[in-house]
């Protein structure tokens, strides 16, 4: 699949660091300098990447495990979702969950970019649903 990129980063776009991987890293665009995030402290990082998304796909930008399991950094709205529709920057919404404070830098890798495809609904309403097993059963109905 190709998908149309601006990158105004002026680093590598984003690529797989693996072969069989299912997300693309995507890296901070800080040219006025590093942006520390104090703990529990949320912001938006940008990219300096905008995509043009085909139609009946979404892109997810998801948290990098690395950042997660060694500095407690995590995306808020993971998975994020751009629409086919938008064109604007990609920014990602970091939020740093440990008790110290975390340094983002320029070129940093921040987040995964995973393309993936959906489907269109349409709602049919209806007086009961089919009957299952499991019912209305939720948060923790199924056991340990």
């Known amino acids: 699949m190709h998908i149309p990129v601006i990158n105004h980063s ?3 776009l ?4 693996t072969p069989h991987a299912a997300g693309l890293d ?17 912001q938006l990082i940008p990219t300096g990447l ?14 990098r495990s690395g950042l997660a399991v060694k500095h407690g950094i995590g995306i808020v709205n993971s998975p994020g979702t751009i629409d086919a529709d938008y064109r604007g920057e990609i920014r990602v919404l970091l939020v740093n969950l440990s008790n110290e404070s975390f340094m983002v830098n320029d070129g940093e890798r921040i987040a995964q970019l995973i393309v993936a495809k959906h489907e269109t609904i349409a709602w049919q309403p209806v007086e009961t649903l089919s009957v299952t097993q499991r019912g209305a059963g939720g948060y923790g109905s199924t056991g340990v």
């Not at 984003?14 to 660091?17: D, F, L, N, R, S």
């Not at 905008?50 to 948290?63: H, K, M, T």
């Open 26 to 42: 995507l890296r901070a665009h800080l040219p006025a300098g590093p942006v520390t995030l104090g703990p529990l402290e949320r």
């Open 10 to 12: 002026g680093h590598p």
């Open 50 to 63: 905008s995509v043009e998304i085909p139609v009946g796909y979404e892109a997810q930008v998801r948290p």
């Open 14 to 17: 984003p690529e797989y660091q």
